[in-house]
């Protein structure tokens, strides 16, 4: 491992230690984000020109996709050395420029930690299959085969097939719960988790101020190798993985989210609180207890600060009812934890396609559900693209870059289509992102999405999110205050934030037709600033379709 190295960039550890508790955070695809040197795939130095941009929106942090020494097989999430920077993306010092001119600007700097597995060309495992004997021989998951030479069990794959690999040097099957490529470490030897931590503290050092831990709860599995059991059609859904994919047939209690992984979060805890005003996002991926997981992974302050489950992420349509039913389940099962919530990210349809395309004003409905996101108890995610209202890309098969999509393709097309390239300039080559072809194309369609083009238009979805961003950042209430949700019909969200002195009610019609709720008889002060025009009267709010309020009552 490399030496770290201090950046002088490091943060003033007086400030707030819970800046991550309500924070914006703004995710980065590097990749996709801004070439600057004209081969087709963007970089560090990209992100660095375009840092202005994200802090102008009123974002507190970045979080940025993989960036380490990686074949790219599953791009960046199979990592050869977690201490380097792959050179298409640059060096260790454009790094450090990078968090230096973050922080200048106010922005944390979280980077996306991959834990769970390596790539198969990392030394780690090159080691740890050259025998049964050798130091790292117990370092990832190896098992023998059945009498039969069958797998040992029936664990799957989420990139399908199953989750084992036979491996001709150790004649042992290795686990992998996702790519062949992409060997599970085993996280039962202490060895692997002191490594781990090594790797933590090397970015600590460099200034990062957090990190996004990609698939939390596979870091453990059951050393008993059971049989998962299988699930009842009617329990099934494909909110971690698509309808098509057998891996929604089972239950998964044996290969993912198993009670010993408390005991390395609180390890990761304690060597983050060693540098004061760090912080941790866990993603969490499970269909059955996603919730449940979030809430033990964040209980009592000694874990990670924050998880994300897939409860926004998946296909079905957002709606008034599961709203307030995922966020009161929250605060039944999570009391003291604390959420992070997305509408899109990397790896889901762009909720502009996902949601949007069947309605009557699909701007004004990306505008209301994003204000209502930015108005949730916790804290926010906001994938590049998405404050443009940039839909899924429909790309042809030869043009596909994800083994995922390639897969499972068509009725799974992948994840391709939400990673096509940023879109700066509408009348640029390929929208400003490069001056070469770039890894994936820009759909035509994005190019009147572009920065250049909302920019100053009040009316676009770009000045919406600046807006009412400015508009959050002004009331406390919304970034950390406790919800508590109001009585409403059909289409409407309605809840208030509490935060010492300050109540804010808040108040969405997800519908296109108007609505109205009744607050009983209330003085109703309405606060200016977010962009919307709802009327309220005497004890009722009226909104008219996509429509919302924030106001005080008495």
């Not at 994200?54 to 990592?79: E, H, N, R, T």
């Not at 390395?264 to 207890?289: H, N």
Request: proline share 6%; hydrophobic share 35%.
């Amino acid at each position: 491992m490399q030496s770290a190295l201090k950046a002088n960039s490091k943060p003033d550890l007086a400030i707030d230690r819970d800046w991550w508790r309500g924070a914006v955070i703004y995710q980065i695809y590097p990749r996709s984000y801004q070439d600057s040197n004209g081969d087709g795939i963007g970089d560090l130095k990209g992100i660095i020109g375009r840092l202005p941009y994200i802090a102008g929106l009123g974002a507190d942090a970045i979080w940025i996709s993989p960036f380490f020494k990686s074949p790219m097989k599953d791009f960046g999430y199979d990592v050869t050395d977690y201490c380097d920077v792959d050179p298409m993306f640059g060096t260790l010092a454009d790094f450090d420029a990078l968090t230096a001119e973050a922080h200048r600007l106010g922005l944390k700097v979280m980077i996306d930690e991959v834990l769970s597995h390596t790539a198969d060309n990392h030394p780690w495992f090159k080691e740890s299959r050259s025998s049964r004997s050798n130091p790292k021989a117990d370092w990832y998951v190896w098992a023998d085969a059945r009498p039969d030479g069958t797998p040992p069990n029936n664990w799957l794959s989420i990139f399908g097939g199953s989750a084992w690999q036979w491996d001709t040097s150790r004649q042992q099957y290795y686990l992998h719960n996702f790519l062949a490529e992409q060997p599970d470490l085993n996280f039962h030897n202490t060895q692997v988790q002191n490594a781990l931590l090594d790797v933590t503290r090397f970015w600590l050092e460099r200034g990062v101020d957090g990190f996004r831990l990609d698939t939390i709860n596979f870091y453990f599995h059951s050393q008993g190798l059971e049989n998962n059991p299988p699930l009842p059609p009617e329990q099934r859904n494909d909110q971690t993985a698509p309808a098509v994919n057998p891996y929604n047939y089972q239950d998964h209690l044996y290969d993912k989210s198993r009670p010993e992984n408390l005991g390395f979060l609180e390890r990761f805890r304690a060597l983050l609180d060693e540098y004061p005003a760090t912080a941790a996002v866990g993603e969490v991926g499970d269909s059955q207890r996603g919730l449940e997981v979030v809430a033990a992974y964040t209980a009592g302050g000694k874990r990670v600060h924050m998880c994300y489950s897939f409860d926004f992420l998946a296909p079905e349509k957002i709606s008034a009812a599961k709203v307030r039913a995922v966020l009161e389940s929250f605060g039944k099962v999570a009391s003291d934890g604390w959420s992070c919530w997305a509408f899109s990210n990397h790896d889901v349809m762009r909720p502009a396609s996902r949601w949007a395309a069947g309605e009557a004003d699909p701007t004004a409905y990306l505008k209301v559900i994003s204000a209502l996101l930015m108005s949730l108890r916790g804290s926010v995610c906001i994938y590049q693209g998405e404050e443009l209202g940039l839909g899924e890309a429909d790309l042809r098969f030869e043009d596909l870059q994800d083994p995922y999509g390639i897969r499972f393709w068509p009725e799974f097309k992948g994840r391709d289509g939400c990673r096509t390239p940023m879109v700066w300039d509408g009348s640029a080559r390929n929208g400003g992102f490069s001056s070469a072809k770039p890894w994936l194309p820009v759909p035509a369609k994005h190019l009147s999405q572009a920065v250049n083009v909302q920019q100053g238009d009040e009316t676009s979805l770009l000045e919406h999110y600046r807006r009412f961003l400015t508009f959050r950042r002004a009331h406390p209430a919304l970034a950390k205050g406790d919800i508590t949700f109001i009585e409403s019909q059909g289409d409407t969200v309605a809840f208030t934030r509490r935060a010492g002195n300050e109540q804010i009610v808040c108040v969405f019609n997800l519908g296109a037709g108007p609505t109205k709720v009744d607050l009983g008889n209330r003085s109703l002060h309405p606060l200016p600033g977010h962009g919307f025009s709802g009327q309220a009267s005497t004890g009722s709010i009226q909104l008219g379709g996509y429509g919302a309020w924030f106001g005080r009552i008495d």
